[in-house]
Nanobody
Framework: VQLQASGGGLVQAGGSLRLSCAAS?????MGWFRQAPGKEREFVAG????????SYADSVKGRFTISRDNAKNTVYLQMNNLKPEDTAVYYC????????????????WGQGTQVTVSS
């Protein structure tokens, strides 16, 4: 599975961005992670194949929404009410089954896309 993330950019606090991740093959479970400078990569959100199961980090609940369009082999991360602490490189990742929120649990990764939120 090859993954291509896009959609990052510079936005003011309170603004919105939508990230996209296009997959070349079937991506059963998709996750978004982020890594800020000097910090470990952390789980942001995950979604299963049908879209019926989603999971979010506490820090983004109520502000971020993960969704997918399987006809387009694409997963989205809608990010609203962005905060400066959301600044990071965002990565999409894929695995075969539900249940992991750690980077080591995902064998397939896309390149990162930078999100910068100014105060």
């Amino acid at each position: 599975v090859q993954l291509q993330a896009s959609g990052g950019g510079l936005v003011q606090a309170g603004g919105s961005l939508r990230l996209s991740c296009a997959a070349s093959g079937r991506s059963y479970v998709m996750g978004w992670f982020r890594q800020a400078p000097g910090k470990e990569r952390e789980f942001v959100a995950g979604i299963n194949w049908s879209g019926g199961m989603t999971s979010y980090a506490d820090s983004v609940k109520g502000r971020f929404t993960i969704s997918r369009d399987n006809a387009k082999n694409t997963v989205y991360l809608q990010m609203n009410n962005l905060k400066p602490e959301d600044t990071a490189v965002y990565y999409c990742a894929s695995r075969g089954s539900w249940g992991s929120r750690v980077p080591n649990g995902y064998p397939y990764w896309g390149q990162g896309t930078q999100v910068t939120v100014s105060s």
